[in-house]
């Protein structure tokens, strides 16, 4: 299974609190040391670890052409 994770944390907090939540994928995205994920980061290491295909996850993506773009400067 595919998971986007994102921890309860005070930048999160704040975000929501805000109302910007466009600005929450990436606080997700750049905040893995933390233990959050995006949905595409987790697709592109189960591409690396041979688990599924480029074009399973692609399709799988909510976010394909960041997927793409992650594939290719990896």
């Known amino acids: ?3 986007e994770v994102m921890i309860n944390h005070a930048q999160i ?3 929501i609190y805000s ?3 466009e600005e929450l994928y990436s606080l997700i995205q750049r905040n893995r040391k933390l233990g959050f994920q995006t949905m595409e980061q ?11 295909t480029t074009e399973t996850a692609i399709e799988s993506a909510n976010r394909s052409k960041l997927l ?5 400067y990896s």
């Open 1 to 3: 299974p595919v998971k």
């Open 13 to 15: 907090s704040q975000v």
């Open 19 to 21: 109302g910007n939540l």
């Open 42 to 52: 987790d697709l592109l290491g189960l591409v690396k670890s041979g688990e599924i």
């Open 68 to 72: 793409k773009d992650m594939m290719q």
